[in-house]
């Protein structure tokens, strides 16, 4: 159900409908999250509570965050504290530290003075509080700190790969991102390095983050490609790239969108003032200062005529007709507007 709602917007206020324009939920908040997991944050005097897809709140305590819920636990923060929620809205593990992780594979990290541990979903401290930098489990090894470097540990807590870079990631299946004198590079799961460090660390936060198979470097301001084996596959030549999905990413040149596939090759011509990346077989584009959808060909599917966009989902996309929120279906018909 709760892949199936769409936030809207009235006087203001927002509030939930469903993929037939059905109110499930009265727009009367101030602000909202996205429904995950059956859940979503919603403001409430200047904080967050949990709001179910029946739009019950659960008011027992506010908070400043309110985290996604993995293994039924949802990381919340008090002040500065975090702790986690059950799936009743109950604080089952109590706001205590200074820095969480959410859980993964039954396990999740959690710091206290600079150091860290790991919990299990009752709250028990599962590994002790002996590391300096820690991250997710994913497929039984996370990142964990020691004499100032960062290495990975198994669920027993020892480790597998040495601690012998500045800062290290989660693995991202088979590979993770490591940094060393703030360039950053790959290893894989036996720690053996498949890209040396060599791109700086820079703002952009999707560095090194895998989509579709593919992740985006930087070098010298200009944008390319790696794969999961550490293959440099496209020269950082854009002058932007977003990540890929269904096999294509957006590309800049020169001020003007198009789309390349996995090669590097050049499928849909920049053309665009902006551009989105493909969901559900289309794309978001800016033609003459108005957005309209296209095709993997490049063919336009809806007409360039909406204030703005974004991508569909679930068969609905949002866009906004004079100054309004509106959703749209696949044939252009708008079946809801603010």
Known sequence: MASSLFKIRQHGRFGFMNAEAEIVIEPQYLAVGEFQQGFCPVRFNDQWVLMDTLGRV?????????????????????????GYLDMRGNEVISARFDDAGDF??????VGIHNFYGFINPAGDLVLPMKYEQAGSFVGGLAPAGKQGKCGYIDPSGAFVIDPVWDTCSAFQGSVAKVE?????????????VLLEPQFLITRDPE???????????VRDDKYGFVNHVGALVIEPTFDFAGNFAENLALVEINGACGYMDKTG????????EDAGSFSEGWAQVKINGRWGYIDPSGALVLPAVYEAASAFRGGLALVVVEGCWAYINRDGVVIWKE
Do not use: C, N
Not at 207 to 212: E, K, R, V
């Open 58 to 82: 659960y008011l027992k305590k506010l908070y400043r965050q309110i985290m996604p819920f993995a293994y039924e636990r949802a990381r919340v923060q008090v002040v500065q504290r975090w």
């Open 104 to 109: 993964s594979e039954g396990l999740a990290y």
């Open 180 to 192: 060393h004198q703030f360039k950053w590079g790959l290893i894989d799961r036996s720690g053996k």
């Open 207 to 217: 560095q090194g983050i895998f989509y579709d198979g593919m992740a985006l470097v």
């Open 265 to 272: 090759k050049l499928v849909i011509t920049p053309r665009f």
